[in-house]
């Protein structure tokens, strides 16, 4: 186990390789990174400095490369506020450092300090109006962008599903989930299987999402909200993107995000269809994902009977849920 102290000597060795003199370095947290916001000289200019310690594919040096080519995109094609990362001073997006205390080579990125404020509670309306044209703006940009060479993000399809569904069933392994209850999840997934191998993947409907945008990665300055954490970038359909903020919206709040969007992006004919299977693989999606911690497994399995009778039924009869 590394401590505080510890991952603070690699964040310090890390920002000598970069052309940045900082004053001090602040401890924000661990996750799948360990983060620190970065004091200069300057009392504007910050600074974020990431740690990747997630053992998941998605945090091999290519992948975490390849979000980074998409930011640096972003903030060179757009308008948005991202957070844009920094190079080193040999012209690297990541760097490896190796300490003299463990064997351990360790994977660090360091991004401009993006400005705003976490929401710590749903949005409002003109909040939720303002979200939506956030992501339609980052869909915009996916769909006119070339990916360069090596380009390498995780693939948001079927087989993901099913890996999802694979994990979340190690709770009906551990008997805290039973088999009837969990079969209407499968059923489900299945159902969604089906849909997204006949649904074509196009230019108008799929390409690069952000696929995490949620009110603890994105942050408002005054009534604009400002992206921060695009560790799960990949490919996937645009209402899958959509679908996953939904998680975290009100009905309301979604209808008010379908028509901000709309004014956009085009939505397909069958976008209700669409959204509400994608949504219920948003479910399954962050279930398994909490599911990995053994700490969460009985919350989890206490919570997925309600779960499964206000969404994975009525998905099975084709009952309608997503906008009543």
Known sequence: ????????????????????????????????????????????????????ISKSSNYSKENIESELMWLEALNEDTGLVVP??????????????????NDNKFLVTVHQWVNGKVLNREPTSNETANLALLMAALHKHSMKWNAPDGFNR????????????NQLKQLVNLELVSSEAFSYVEESAHKIAKMIERHKGEQCNWGIIHSDLHESNYVFYEDIPRPIDFSNCGYGFYLFDMAETFLHL????????????????????????LLEAFFIWSIIRIFAFHSLNPNEQQSLAASLPSVIQHYFIKYSKGESFLFN
């Open 84 to 101: 844009n990362p920094i190079r080193n001073l040999e012209g690297d997006l990541v760097t490896v450092i190796s300490t003299d205390y």
């Open 1 to 52: 186990m590394f401590s505080e102290e510890d991952y603070t000597k690699v964040a310090k060795e890390a920002l000598i390789q970069y052309p940045i003199i900082f004053s001090e370095i602040v401890y924000l947290g661990e996750s799948d990174n360990v983060t620190f916001r970065v004091h200069t000289k300057d009392d504007n200019p910050k600074f974020l400095i990431k740690i990747h």
């Open 250 to 273: 009100s009905v309301e709040n979604r209808k008010i995000f379908i028509k901000s969007y709309s004014k956009v992006n085009q939505l397909e004919e069958n976008y209700i269809e």
């Open 154 to 165: 995780p693939i948001y399809n079927s087989d993901h599903l099913y890996s999802s569904l």
